[in-house]
Structures are given as structure tokens and as C-alpha cells.
């Protein structure tokens, strides 16, 4: 039976955790670029699995050092940072934003998969739904808050992505979210540095 109360309460901390956390601006960045519907299925399916991992794993995952994590996550947000400023073509101006033919649902949800997969591993919100899964030993209604909470998070980016695209040139867009992964990647270093 699922627990409203926890359900409620689980997505209320992790829609905060995440909010200001990289999935907005992936979301962002992918919602710019491709087809909102499509990116939104692979990064939900690949929330799914997380939260999933989360709940299994209970506890365990809170046991890996923090370092370890840390130095993964920085060195993935400066590859992301270098990547988007070296992919520079077509960023010109108010462009429209070009979707070649061979951008089909299985290619952009993967790429929406694959980069919140390998990106949000160890995210303090999988280790926080970790610990909301051991302490509350409802795995169904913390399951449920944390993807719903993870879900809405990355909609937001998403939409808020494509809003953004009719007021703002892709280009300043790409450069602003290299700077800001490049910062994150930073800070994730530092924190790993000083411990």
C-alpha cells in the first residue's frame, strides 16, 4: 500500500535536491536541441532505473567514498563543458533549430538516457532516495516520490529549454551552459581535493 504522506514527503526533498542540480540544465540543453517529447522519455526511463538502484540498494550507497564520486562527477561535467564548446556549428543567432531526419525517438531518448544515466550515478538524490528507502522501509512509496519529484525536475528543463529558445540565440544558451558545467566540474574537484 502506498503512503501518501511519504510519497509527498520524499518528493518534496527530492524535487529540491534536484532542482538546482545538473538534470535542469541537461534538460535545458536537450530540450534546446531536440524534440521535447523524445528527450523526456529517455531521461524519465533513465530516472526510472535510478530510483530503482536507489531503493534496491537501500543504504549501501551512502558506504562510497565521496571522493570517488565527486572526481567521476567532475571530470563528467568537464567533458560535457568541452564538448558543447567545441561543437559550435549551427549555434548561429535566433536560428531555428535544425532536426535532421535521422534524429528519430530511439536516437534523441537515448541520448536523453544515456546522459542522465551516466551523469546522475551516485547524485546526492539517488543517495538521499537511498536513505529515504532504509529509514522509511516503504520502497513502493519512496519509489514513487522520488521518480515523480526527478520526473518533474527534468520536465521543467525540458519546457523551460524550449521557452528559452524563442527569446534567447542557441549559441549564448550552449556557451552559458559550458560555463556553468565547467564551474560545477570545478567545484565537484574541489570538493573531491579537500575531502
Same mark, same amino acid.
Given at each position: /500500500?502506498?503512503?501518501?504522506?511519504?510519497?509527498?514527503?520524499?518528493?518534496?526533498?527530492?524535487?529540491?535536491a534536484?532542482?538546482?542540480?545538473?538534470?535542469?540544465?541537461?534538460g535545458? $540543453?536537450?530540450?534546446?536541441?531536440?524534440?521535447?517529447s523524445y528527450?523526456f522519455? +529517455?531521461?524519465? =526511463?533513465?530516472? =526510472?532505473?535510478?530510483?530503482?538502484?536507489?531503493?534496491?540498494?537501500?543504504?549501501? *550507497?551512502?558506504?562510497?567514498?565521496?571522493?570517488?564520486?565527486?572526481?567521476?562527477?567532475? $571530470?563528467?561535467?568537464?567533458?560535457?563543458?568541452? &564538448?558543447?564548446? &567545441?561543437?559550435?556549428?549551427?549555434?548561429d543567432g535566433?536560428?531555428?533549430?535544425?532536426?535532421?531526419?535521422?534524429?528519430?525517438?530511439?536516437?534523441?531518448?537515448?541520448?536523453g538516457? /544515456?546522459?542522465?544515466? $551516466?551523469?546522475?550515478?551516485?547524485?546526492?538524490?539517488?543517495? /538521499?532516495?537511498?536513505?529515504?528507502?532504509?529509514?522509511?522501509?516503504?520502497? *513502493?512509496?519512496?519509489?514513487? +516520490?522520488? $521518480?515523480?519529484a526527478?520526473?518533474?525536475?527534468?520536465?521543467?528543463?525540458?519546457?523551460g529549454?524550449?521557452? *528559452?529558445m524563442?527569446?534567447?540565440?542557441l549559441?549564448?544558451?550552449?556557451?552559458?551552459?559550458?560555463?556553468? &558545467?565547467l564551474?560545477? +566540474?570545478?567545484?565537484?574537484?574541489?570538493?573531491?581535493?579537500?575531502?
Amino acid at each position: /500500500m502506498i503512503s501518501f504522506s511519504v510519497t509527498a514527503l520524499v518528493f518534496g526533498v527530492v524535487f529540491l535536491a534536484e532542482l538546482p542540480d545538473k538534470t535542469a540544465l541537461a534538460g535545458l $540543453v536537450l530540450g534546446t536541441r531536440y524534440r521535447a517529447s523524445y528527450v523526456f522519455a +529517455g531521461v524519465a =526511463a533513465a530516472f =526510472a532505473v535510478h530510483v530503482a538502484l536507489a531503493v534496491a540498494a537501500g543504504s549501501v *550507497l551512502t558506504l562510497l567514498p565521496q571522493q570517488i564520486v565527486h572526481v567521476v562527477t567532475g $571530470v563528467l561535467f568537464l567533458g560535457g563543458a568541452a &564538448m558543447l564548446l &567545441m561543437k559550435r556549428g549551427g549555434d548561429d543567432g535566433g536560428a531555428e533549430i535544425r532536426r535532421p531526419e535521422d534524429q528519430s525517438f530511439w536516437k534523441v531518448s537515448g541520448v536523453g538516457f /544515456m546522459l542522465i544515466l $551516466v551523469a546522475e550515478f551516485g547524485d546526492l538524490t539517488q543517495i /538521499m532516495t537511498a536513505n529515504l528507502a532504509a529509514r522509511y522501509d516503504d520502497p *513502493l512509496s519512496v519509489g514513487l +516520490g522520488a $521518480v515523480l519529484a526527478l520526473w518533474s525536475v527534468a520536465g521543467l528543463g525540458i519546457v523551460g529549454g524550449k521557452a *528559452l529558445m524563442k527569446r534567447v540565440p542557441l549559441g549564448l544558451i550552449t556557451r552559458i551552459a559550458a560555463v556553468l &558545467m565547467l564551474g560545477l +566540474g570545478v567545484w565537484s574537484l574541489w570538493e573531491a581535493v579537500t575531502g
